[in-house]
């Protein structure tokens, strides 16, 4: 049972590190290695409090404090960008980041529950084959940009690359073990995304001026009516 809940945490995690390749440019090596130290040291805790239930299936307190943690170091990493690039050109046009609250990090995984149990039940769960195909190629098309093969944007990819290898440095895990559990987690990535794109022509045959934002929401909180959550504010 153990095994089971640090694997469900460390898919967690991997969905944001993935997004955070979207980020600003400029990173904090110390903010990463000190975030994969955090997770190490609340994976390691013995807090097996559940903070929420999605229909059955539980979100225990260390998913929460890891993924926040993450969610921390990338507003870290936001604010130092946006401060050095406000006092490098001068202004104050640039928008600053927003630090989120762990409230609002539970129900984005709450949301990401809801939607993976729903692509599981209408079928629209993806194979493990699939996915590591869509992995190892979008693996292979990032070196091949940093090394001039393709075109694209070789100081941002050399850059999130970066923040992986000092995230995991921190962590004490291998490469090797980040993508395995990184296509772990792109297989629900990508069975969301069929869902949701499945699902959009559905709305749209409905609505003709539908908004692919508004539908999203849409949608999500369509399944919330229908789901049982729990959630424990007390652990939280």
């Known amino acids: 049972m153990k095994e089971k809940k640090v694997k469900r945490s460390f898919s967690l995690i991997i969905v944001v590190a993935i997004s955070l390749i979207s980020f600003s440019k400029v990173f904090s090596a110390d903010i990463w290695t000190e975030c994969g130290q955090k997770i190490k040291k609340i994976q390691q805790s013995e807090d097996n409090r559940v903070v929420a239930v999605v229909n059955g299936e539980k979100i225990y307190k260390k998913d929460l404090e890891i993924v926040y943690a993450l969610e921390q170091a990338s507003y870290l990493s936001q604010k130092e960008s946006y401060q050095k690039l406000s006092k490098k050109y001068k202004t104050n046009s640039l928008k600053p980041p927003v630090q989120r609250t762990k409230k609002e990090v539970l129900n984005d995984m ?45 100081e941002g990819i050399k850059l999130a690359n970066d923040t992986i290898e000092k995230l995991i440095k921190g962590w004490g895990i291998t490469r090797k073990e980040y993508d395995k559990k990184a296509i772990e987690q792109t297989r629900s990535m990508l069975s969301i995304q069929k869902l949701l794109n499945a699902k959009f022509e559905e709305f749209r045959l409905k609505s003709k001026n539908l908004v692919i934002e508004d539908f999203r929401k849409e949608y999500i909180n369509s399944l919330k009516k229908k789901a049982k959550v729990t959630i424990y504010e007390k652990s939280i």
């Open 110 to 154: 709450i949301e990401h529950f809801l939607l993976l149990q729903a692509a599981k039940k209408e079928g629209y769960f993806i194979s493990e084959k699939e996915a590591k195909d869509y992995y190892e190629k979008a693996m292979k098309t990032m070196q091949e940009i940093i090394s001039g093969k393709v075109s694209g944007d070789v």
